[in-house]
């Protein structure tokens, strides 16, 4: 429980600030900005905690979990 209280914390962190970039990039397409709620923040939690892998670097896996929940990847 604790684990997951501290990586909510950190999803929102990480959530946000890719949002924050990901939102400003597509402002002169015709793409619908993203908004995240705590539910959203409670399971990109789950996917990171899924994924982790400590052969790679938490960056890498805020990245993919992030990417994966909102299909935003290639």
């Given at each position: ?22 939102n ?8 619908t ?25 938490n ?15 290639d």
């Amino acid at each position: 429980y604790q684990e997951m209280f501290y990586t909510v914390k950190d999803a929102k962190r990480e959530v946000e600030e890719y949002l924050e970039r990901y939102n400003y990039s597509i402002k002169y397409t015709d793409k619908t900005p993203i908004k995240a709620t705590e539910e959203d923040y409670e399971n990109i939690a789950a996917y990171f905690l899924k994924g982790y892998d400590c052969n790679i670097d938490n960056n890498t896996l805020w990245l993919w979990a992030i990417e994966t929940y909102f299909e935003l990847g290639d």
